[in-house]
């Protein structure tokens, strides 16, 4: 689907990365359930700054998502990071 989130993602918006994430997640506003995909923009978000991203990304790494194995290592460096974030 074409989202007006789109032209934003390109600018490297991360709240706009985030919103595209948890609509890939989780299948909604028109979107295909993808979570590789959701995974990516995740990854985007976070590394733009964006705290709810790290800390969803640090929830999928430790539990797994649809496609997306665990990861306990990764999981820890976005707990961290988002931690950090908040301080």
Do not use: C, N
Request: net charge positive; hydrophobic share 40%; charged share 25%.
């Amino acid at each position: 689907p074409r989202s007006t989130l789109f032209p934003y993602t390109t600018l490297f918006r991360s709240e706009a990365q985030y919103q595209l994430a948890q609509r890939y997640e989780r299948g909604i506003g028109g979107f295909k359930k993808d979570a590789p995909t959701a995974l990516g923009w995740y990854e985007r978000a976070a590394s733009g700054g964006h705290l709810m991203a790290m800390r969803a990304l640090a929830q999928i790494y430790a539990e797994g998502l649809d496609g997306v194995k665990r990861d306990p290592e990764a999981a820890a460096k976005w707990t961290a990071r988002a931690k950090a974030a908040t301080h």
